[in-house]
C-alpha cells in the first residue's frame, strides 16, 4: 500500500499475495468450522497432496491416506498461525501423516538399503523396452528410503537437514540416498 | 565407470561441496569425459524432477472428508444441533482466537477510512428491490455456523450482560457497533467487487474480530458470576 494523497491510499497487491491472504483466511473460517472454507482449500491442494503421497508410498494406499492428510489438517488448523503459507503448513502435515502410516504399513522395513542390488534392480527392468517405465514409475520403484529422499528434495525441496529430522537419519544418510536414487533414475532418462 | 569423485557429483550439483573440493573436481572434470557425461545425466534427472506435474486423484476425495469431519453432508437436526454444540469447544473458540489475533490489525481502520468515500454502494437497487446476492459474500455471510455461534454468544452476552458494570458495557457495545460497521461496508464493497481478494480477507477479518469479542465479553461475563 503506499500513500499518494494525504489520507487517500492506493493499494498495489501482488496476486500471490493476495492468494494467499485469501488462503489465511480460509485457513481462519476453516478453524472456527467453517466446511466451505475447508473445501476451497482442499480444492486448491488436493493435486499436490495427492501426488507427494503417491510418490512417498505408491499408489495403492494414495487415496486412504490423502484423506487422512485433509481430515488431520481439519482437526488440527486451529494451529495454523499464518506465518507460512498454508500450503508450506499442509505440506508439512502432509509428510508427518505420510511418515506415520509408512510405519503401519511396513514400507520403513529396509528402506534404506544402499546396496547396489537394490538399486540396479530398479534400473534394470529400464533397460528392456518393453518394460519401459515412465519418470514416475521408475520413482516409485527406487528402495523406499531413496524415494522418500528423493521426493523430498528433489520434488518438493526440503534440505538435507530437514529431511534428515523427519526421517530421524543422518544430513550424511539422506546425501547418500538422493545420489543412489539420482544415479538410478539417469538411467530412464538416456535414450 | 566410477572413481573417487562419482559419488560426489551430486553434492557438486547442489552446491554442497567445500571450495577446495570443487575446485579440485572441476579440474578434474578436464580429464575426464565420464564424469561430466554423468554429471550431465544427474542435472537432466533434477529438472526433470522439478518439471513433473501434480495429478489429482482417480476420485474425488472431499465427500469422504465431508463424511468424516462432519461438514458438507446432509445430518438430521439434532446432529446439526450436536454440531453447533461441538462448534462452542475450547479448541474452536481459541481457533478463531487465533485468526483473530493472526488477522486484526490496522486494515480494517484503513478500509473504514477508504470505504468512507465508495462504501456507499447500495444494498438495494434502484426500485428498492434488494442487491443480487453475491457469491463470496453469501459464503460467509450466510454461514449458517457462523450466525449459529454469533447468535448464541449473544445470547450468553445478554444473560450476563447484568454482571458487567456500566463502562464495559460500554466499551463492548462501542467495538461491536465498529465492527459490524465494518462487515457492512465489505459486504457493500464486496456487492461491487465480489473478486476482490482484499475484501474477502476483510470481511473475514471482521466476522472473525466480532466473534473473538462477544466470546471474550460472555466469558467476562460468565466470570464474574
Redesign the interface.
Known sequence: ?ELTTP???T?R?DPDQ??R??E??????A?????????RL??TH???I??LV?RMIGPDH??DI??DV??RA??K??T???EAAFGTWLHRLAVNVILARRTTLGTERGRYDDSEAALDGVAGRAAAPELSLD??EAIGRLPSGAREV?VLH??EGYR?DEIADMLGIVPGTS??Q??HA??T??KH??E | MKDRWT?R???YLDG?LAPNERIALEAHFSECGACRQ?LD??R???A???A?D??????D??P???R??G??AVVSLGARRA?RR??FTV??L???A??VA??SGGGAA?LL??RGTVAAAPSTTAGGSPAPSVANVT??AG?A??AA?VADLERALERGRGRLDTATVHVIEKNLGIINRAIRDAQSALAADPAN??L??HL??EM?RK?ELLRQAATLAGARS
Open positions: 500500500m489520507g487517500v491510499a493499494l497487491r493476495a492468494a491472504d485469501a489465511t483466511a480460509d485457513a481462519a473460517l478453524a472456527s468450522g467453517d466446511g466451505r472454507a475447508f473445501e482442499y480444492r488436493v493435486n499436490r495427492h501426488s503417491r494414495a487415496d490423502a484423506q485433509f481430515v481439519w482437526t488448523i486451529s495454523f498461525r499464518g519418470f514416475e528423493f528433489d520434488i538435507h546425501k547418500s538422493l545420489h539420482r544415479m533414475l539417469r532418462l538416456r | 559419488d557429483l551430486s553434492e554442497e554423468t545425466e544427474l537432466r534427472v533434477v526433470r524432477a522439478q513433473l501434480d495429478r489429482p486423484p482417480t476420485t476425495l472431499w469422504g472428508i465431508a468424516q469431519v461438514v458438507g454440531q461441538l462448534s479448541p474452536q481459541a481457533a478463531a487465533v485468526a493472526l488477522l484503513w477510512g477508504r459464503d460467509y454461514d455456523r457462523y455461534q481478494a482484499y474477502n480477507l473475514a477479518r472473525r466473534l
